[in-house]
C-alpha cells in the first residue's frame, strides 16, 4: 500500500524537527494515528498534502474566529509587508492595536505588546512578583499558561495529554513556589492562602478553563477570587488567551462582570499570526522598565505587520458584531450533539460557552480537572479517527477544546452531525 504524501512528509520532517512537529499535539499521539500535513485553508476549511479537505474545528486553536485567510486581514498583512517586516523600532499599527484591546477591555490601562501567550504568562507573573515584593503563585490543576517553568505545574492540554505532570528541566525550588488549587473548588483557595496568604504574589487563572477541555466556572467562583485577592492584596490574573475576543469582545471578564488586575490575551489578537498581550492596572503596569524595575524585552514586540493584522481582525469584531450569531450556530452544532448521542445511549458530557466547546466521554458532569480526567480518552480517539474519516476534524486530544468561526456555514454543521449520526450506528 502506497505511503500517503502525507505520511512521506512527517517521516521527512522527522529527520529535522524533534518529533516531527513543532508543539507536541500536533503529532496526533493521543488519538493514535498520523498527523496531518496542511497544504492551504480557506473559510471554514484545511486541506492536507493529499488534497483530503477537512471541516475544522480546531481553528488555529481558537485564533481564527473570522475563518481562514479572511481577506480583511491578509489584505491588511500584504500591504503592511511592502513597508517591511520588522523594524526593531516603535511603529503606528502597535499604537493603534493597543488602542483598540483597551477599548474592549476597561480593565486594562496600560499594556505590553509580545510574540506569544507563553511570553505574555511568563512576563505577567514576573511582573506580579516585581509588584508585590512576593514569590509564590496559586494556579488551578489542569489549566495551562504556557510553558514558562513557575506555570508549567500541574498544567493542562498537551501535558495533561501526554500524561506529564510536570515536565523535565523545572527545578524542584522553582516549582515550590506555584501552590495547586482545584478549578472551581474556592475551599482549596482558602486552604493555601491560610497557610501562605503573606507568601502570595498572584493567583492567575483561565476564567473559563479550556486547556482540560471547555470547564466553565461555577458561579460566585471568580468573584471569590477577585475577594480573596482584595484580601491578602496578591494581584488577580486572568489568562484570557483562548477566552479573550473569543466569547465577547471584553472577554470571560465582561461576561462575568469581574474585573482582574492582570490580563494576558494572544490567538484572535494576532489574526493568526503570533502574538501575546499582557496588561492592566496602571499602577501595576509602571513597574515594567523603561518605567520601573521589572525587565521585560523583544526585539519582534509590536510587530508591524503582526499589529496590522490584529487591527484588522479587531475593528472586523467591533464593526460587525458577529458574536450572537456565532454563538446561536454552535448551539445549535452542540444540540445536534447531545440528540444524536441521547438517541444511541453513549455517555457524553458536552461543555459550551459561546463558540467554545469540548465532548467529553464521560457519565458525569465534568467541573475540574479531576473530573475531565475521569473521560474514555480511548473511545475519544475511536471517535476522533471517524470524524475525521468523514472530513471533520476535531482537536486530537480529549482535553483541547473546539471553536467555531463565523466562516462555518448551516451545510458545514450538518455535514459534522452527519457523520457523529454515523459514528453511533
Given at each position: ?280 492596572k496602571r499602577e501595576i503596569m509602571e513597574y515594567l522598565t523603561p518605567l520601573g524595575p521589572v525587565y521585560q524585552a523583544g526585539t519582534l514586540s509590536g510587530n508591524p505587520v503582526v499589529a496590522s493584522a490584529g487591527v484588522a481582525v479587531l475593528k472586523y469584531l467591533i464593526q460587525n458584531k458577529p458574536y450572537s450569531k456565532l454563538n446561536k450556530r454552535t448551539c445549535e452544532l452542540i444540540a445536534g450533539f447531545r440528540e444524536v448521542f441521547q438517541r444511541a445511549n453513549i455517555d457524553v458530557q458536552i461543555n459550551q460557552i459561546g463558540s467554545m466547546f469540548t465532548v467529553f466521554f464521560s457519565k458525569d458532569t465534568v467541573t475540574d480537572y479531576v473530573t475531565a480526567s475521569q473521560s474514555d480518552t480511548l473511545k475519544y480517539a475511536v471517535f476522533f479517527k471517524h470524524m475525521l474519516k468523514s472530513g471533520v476534524l476535531l482537536p486530537p ?29
Amino acid at each position: 500500500m502506497a505511503l500517503s504524501l502525507s505520511k512521506k512528509k512527517y517521516t521527512k520532517a522527522c529527520r529535522s524537527i524533534v518529533g516531527g512537529v513543532n508543539s507536541p499535539v500536533r503529532a496526533f499521539t493521543a488519538v493514535g494515528t498520523e498527523p496531518l500535513v496542511i497544504e492551504k485553508a480557506k473559510g471554514a476549511y484545511l486541506y492536507d498534502v493529499d488534497s483530503n479537505r477537512y471541516i475544522d474545528y480546531i481553528t488555529s486553536w481558537g485564533a481564527l474566529i473570522l475563518g481562514h485567510a479572511r481577506s480583511v486581514i491578509t489584505k491588511s498583512i500584504n500591504k503592511a509587508t511592502v513597508n517591511g517586516t520588522s523594524y526593531g523600532l516603535s511603529s503606528e499599527p502597535e499604537y493603534e492595536l493597543a488602542e483598540l484591546i483597551k477599548k474592549a477591555f476597561p480593565s486594562i490601562e496600560l499594556l505590553r505588546l509580545v510574540n506569544s501567550g507563553t511570553e505574555a504568562t511568563m512576563s505577567t507573573v514576573r511582573l506580579a512578583r516585581g509588584y508585590t515584593g512576593r514569590n509564590k503563585i496559586i494556579k488551578f490543576e489542569g489549566c495551562y499558561h504556557g510553558h514558562s517553568d513557575s506555570l508549567l505545574v500541574k498544567a493542562g492540554s498537551g501535558v495533561a495529554t501526554f500524561s506529564v505532570p510536570g515536565t523535565a528541566g523545572v527545578p524542584a525550588s522553582i516549582a515550590a513556589e506555584t501552590l495547586i488549587a482545584s478549578y472551581n473548588d474556592i475551599e482549596t483557595v482558602r486552604l493555601l492562602v491560610k497557610k501562605y496568604g503573606k507568601d502570595i504574589a498572584c493567583i492567575i487563572v483561565e476564567p473559563i478553563a479550556a486547556n482540560m477541555g471547555v470547564i466553565p466556572p461555577k458561579k460566585g467562583f471568580l468573584q471569590e477570587l477577585r475577594n480573596i485577592a482584595d484580601q491578602i492584596k496578591a494581584v488577580l490574573i486572568f489568562d484570557e488567551v483562548i477566552s479573550g475576543f473569543r466569547v465577547a469582545l471584553g472577554g470571560a471578564q465582561k461576561l462575568y462582570n469581574i474585573k482582574p488586575d492582570l490580563t494576558m490575551l494572544g490567538k484572535i489578537v494576532g489574526g493568526g499570526l503570533p502574538v501575546g498581550v499582557f496588561g492592566g492596572k496602571r499602577e501595576i503596569m509602571e513597574y515594567l522598565t523603561p518605567l520601573g524595575p521589572v525587565y521585560q524585552a523583544g526585539t519582534l514586540s509590536g510587530n508591524p505587520v503582526v499589529a496590522s493584522a490584529g487591527v484588522a481582525v479587531l475593528k472586523y469584531l467591533i464593526q460587525n458584531k458577529p458574536y450572537s450569531k456565532l454563538n446561536k450556530r454552535t448551539c445549535e452544532l452542540i444540540a445536534g450533539f447531545r440528540e444524536v448521542f441521547q438517541r444511541a445511549n453513549i455517555d457524553v458530557q458536552i461543555n459550551q460557552i459561546g463558540s467554545m466547546f469540548t465532548v467529553f466521554f464521560s457519565k458525569d458532569t465534568v467541573t475540574d480537572y479531576v473530573t475531565a480526567s475521569q473521560s474514555d480518552t480511548l473511545k475519544y480517539a475511536v471517535f476522533f479517527k471517524h470524524m475525521l474519516k468523514s472530513g471533520v476534524l476535531l482537536p486530537p486530544s480529549q482535553f483541547e477544546t473546539a471553536f467555531l468561526s463565523i466562516a462555518h456555514a448551516d451545510h458545514d454543521i450538518q455535514k459534522t452531525l452527519e457523520a457523529v449520526e454515523a459514528f453511533t450506528r
